[in-house]
């Protein structure tokens, strides 16, 4: 699997046609690899806190186990899918494009 | 006059010239390298150091640091997503966060922030100096003060002007360094080195606003007592100032040393010495 996921992120500098990777190409692959790999964890936190909830019953405290479970679920994929491009948002928006 | 009046007269005449021939010859050195050094001085100590000429340098570091973020903030979702319903991961997790975002704006508004701090220094450094309303010339009066201070002095000011060039080098190439310090400082993992880098800087970008206060007082007290003694103080302060540049920076450098010692070193060392400390608790047991 290692290997496997060694040659995936080095597939831009395997590729014959394309130019010489840079650095960034393989970072935002390690991201893609995180949020692939969150997204599937999120699938199944959510499937798992969705079936405590309906098996919870009466049980207040497996309700808001399953609860706070989905909270942290959805506030994690936000970060997931929008993390990234916030911290690139925050650095390309304000580097100055010039010495000053 | 008698042969014996000739002779003394000779003799007493001796060491006047031999005095006169080397301030001659100390004043032709000295006039040539003096206003040079005492320019250089002037320069170092009061324009802000070049860093423009590294910026492409700082980029690529923020560059780096960027990206480093952009995985920073992936980890962070999948560690709030593999924490499940923890309310002390969550805490930490939100502070993690905070201190990403705060590090990333710091980061990238680090290159202003370095050229601010440089330019207030050399503001602060030139007000003083205006105020203090001295300039930076000594020339010694007479033969004697010539040739006992006059090579003292140049020694004094190129002391001087050596650790300023070695403090606008490391100004320079801390522009790199600089958002470095920023970034590390956030994180408990490189707290000491972000606060010796960013500390280091500091220092050295606010030096040259000690060294004038120190030639500016020097100078007053130079005019003030006058004559010898005046010219003594004055040639004194430029090895104070050397001393003072180089004390700083040594102490600094120092600290960064027992930094690297205490965070590279020190585990590395544990790491080295495990094994034989394993083998000696088997040891220890099986005897």
Redesign the interface.
């Known amino acids: 699997m290692g290997v496997a996921l060694a040659a995936w992120l080095a597939a831009p500098a395997l590729a014959a046609d394309t130019p010489p990777p840079v650095?960034?190409d393989v970072?935002?692959r390690?991201?893609h690899v995180?949020?692939y790999?969150?997204g599937l964890?999120?699938m199944v936190?959510l499937t798992y806190a969705g079936i405590l909830w309906m098996t919870a019953g009466h049980d207040p405290m497996n309700k808001?186990?399953?609860?706070?479970?989905i909270?942290?679920?959805i506030?994690?994929?936000?970060?997931?899918?929008i993390?990234?491009y916030?911290?690139?948002w925050?650095?390309e928006?304000?580097?100055?494009q010039?010495?000053? | 006059m008698g042969i014996e009046d000739m002779i003394g007269n000779v003799l007493l005449a001796i060491p006047k010239l031999i005095v006169d021939g080397a301030a001659a010859l100390v004043s032709f050195v000295f006039n040539g390298v003096a206003p040079m050094l005492e320019n250089q001085a002037n320069v170092l100590l009061t324009y802000p150091a070049p860093v423009a000429n590294l910026y492409p340098m700082w980029l690529f570091v923020v560059q780096i640091i960027a990206l480093l973020s952009v995985v920073g903030f992936s980890l962070i979702g999948l560690y709030l997503l593999i924490s499940g319903s923890n309310p002390a991961d969550r805490e930490k997790a939100k502070d993690m966060i905070q201190d990403l975002i705060f590090m990333a704006f710091l980061v990238a508004a680090s290159y202003f922030i370095y050229l601010l701090l440089i330019e207030l220094s050399s503001a602060i450094a030139t007000s003083f100096w205006s105020f203090a309303g001295t300039t930076m010339t000594y020339r010694p009066n007479g033969a004697a003060e010539m040739v006992f201070f006059g090579l003292l002095y140049l020694l004094g000011a190129f002391l001087m002007n050596a650790t300023l060039a070695f403090r606008s080098i490391l100004i320079m190439a801390g522009v790199a360094f600089f958002p470095i310090g920023l970034a590390l400082m956030r994180f408990p993992f490189g707290k000491g080195w972000g606060h010796a880098i960013v500390n280091t800087l500091f220092l050295l970008i606010f030096l040259p606003v000690a060294d004038i206060i120190m030639i500016a007082v020097s100078a007053q007290a130079s005019a003030a007592m006058g004559g010898a003694a005046g010219s003594f103080v004055w040639m004194v302060s430029y090895y104070l100032v050397a001393l003072l540049n180089f004390i700083l920076m040594f102490s600094t450098f120092k600290k960064i040393g027992d930094v690297v010692g205490s965070t590279v070193v020190a585990p590395v060392y544990n790491i080295a010495v495990a094994p034989v400390k394993i083998i000696e608790k088997i040891k220890d047991r099986v005897m």
């Open positions: 650095i960034s970072v935002w390690i991201v995180i949020q790999l969150g964890f999120a936190t808001d186990k399953a609860k706070g479970m909270e942290m679920a506030i994690g994929t936000v970060l997931l899918i993390g990234p916030l911290a690139m925050i650095f928006g304000f580097l100055p010039s010495p000053g």
